[in-house]
């Protein structure tokens, strides 16, 4: 086990239950494909560490996951050859060994996640598992007013799903912005690290404010409150995207 | 039969062999579907007809088919209704009155199709069945350059499909396009009517040349040649989308 092989994936997540292996189930999973994949290559149970949990039908665009190995491959073959055994819905976009002490995880410094809402009156047969479809009109320039009261270091209680083991709730958002796409709305948030639910809580909850059931304020109020009674609905998992892992430089 | 009812439908194509209803075998349709969801309302079997057919695993933003009826459900009920029915890959986006003349594909005036490339070099997991993945890189500058040889009323032999049993291989492309989108290149064509495979070997032919197999200049020769081994390989199905059918402005 000398070498730590650090892997970027792409993958569709509308046909997995998230992708933490179930012990208790035999639903697909991310980290269960690819870890059957990578003992195909190397014939021996492997064990990946991932950069996150994702939820059932969430995506991803950039997930980082590692795995120690004595396998002498070259780094950069493992994405084709990973690629090669894995199902077309999840892809390794890149291969790349790290130092020993690079762990998918810990040694993040940050994410971004984006959340895409298709707000039409028409229903969509396209977008289906790739967005949250509102048919209903936001007032976007309210929803963008509330984010202020998001950013910066803050205790997320209220956002945090019910199951969420983390130790502390406080989690530093370093920006959270919304951009229009013709008939998408994206949110943007970055942060040092996410609770469980966090940016569905929190997406579900600006969509209110969009809808005029909750003021701008009202989003400063539910995060005083750290009571997730207070706030919004959980936004679907299907219109969530990981989109990047940040590491220090040399990683 | 008194009431002619318009139909404007979306469509995911990845699950369906095209539009048409094919008498040989079984293969899942878009029109087999939603005939069957239509039989199912009215107990009684219907014809739909189509502003034309899409290939298997072709999309559609704005497909239009029509069907006359007895049936006294209002216009506006027969989207919500067949939509109850049709699987969630298939949605109906308009349903409205029009006038026993109106024919979805005779009356046509227009359609304009768009084409999705996904150019990079990594593999993509999310974008498999919705854009065409190339990940040499391609001289966009060079493909524009190409798109004025393509504009007016031509003989399009050079780009038509070998089982096209058009009577006619004249066409007026009213406007070509290609615009970036970050990653995506999209080829927008708008004409008064297509060839079968037209846009897919029109983009297969651009496709060359910004690879820089064919220059600019080879997309007027090809189209003079009237000769489709000329032309460069047919575009894949799945990163094309249809876009909009258009009618005179009473319909």
């Known amino acids: 086990m000398d070498r730590n092989i650090k892997l970027i994936l792409e993958y569709d997540g509308t046909n ?45 665009l950039g997930h ?14 493992w994405a084709p050859a990973l690629n090669h055994l894995l199902p077309k819905d999840i892809r390794i976009l890149e291969s790349t060994e790290v130092s020993l002490d690079f762990h998918a995880r810990y040694s ?4 971004t996640y984006k959340y895409r809402i298709l707000r039409r009156r028409a229903p969509t047969a396209l977008y289906r598992n790739y967005a949250w479809h509102i048919n209903l009109p936001l007032n976007i320039r309210k929803m963008r007013s509330a984010l202020p009261f998001l950013v910066g270091r803050k205790d997320f209680s209220a956002f945090r799903g019910s199951g969420c ?26 942060a040092d690290a996410f609770l469980q639910y966090m940016v569905r809580n929190i997406t579900g909850t600006l969509v209110e404010v969009g809808l005029g059931r909750f003021t701008p304020d009202d989003v ?9 009674t207070q706030a919004g609905r959980t936004a679907p998992p299907h219109g969530l995207y990981l989109m990047d892992v940040s590491y220090p430089e040399s990683r």
């Not at 494909?33 to 190397?42: G, N, R, S």
């Not at 993040?108 to 994410?111: E, W």
């Not at 400063?220 to 997730?228: A, P, Q, V, Y």
Request: hydrophobic letters at 35%.
């Open 220 to 228: 400063g109020r539910i995060l005083r409150s750290c009571d997730r």
């Open 165 to 190: 083991n983390a130790k502390s709730p406080v989690r530093t958002i370093k920006s959270a912005s919304i951009k229009k796409d013709g008939d998408f709305l994206e949110l943007w948030f970055e």
């Open 108 to 111: 993040a410094l940050g994410k």
């Open 64 to 77: 980082v996951a590692n795995f120690m190995t004595s396998n002498t491959i070259p780094a950069a073959a």
């Open 16 to 60: 997995y239950h998230g992708w933490q292996t179930q012990a208790e189930n035999g639903n697909p999973t991310i980290q269960g494909t690819l870890e059957q994949a990578l003992k195909t290559i190397i014939r021996e149970k492997v064990t990946t560490f991932s950069s996150g949990r994702t939820d059932a039908g969430v995506h991803a």
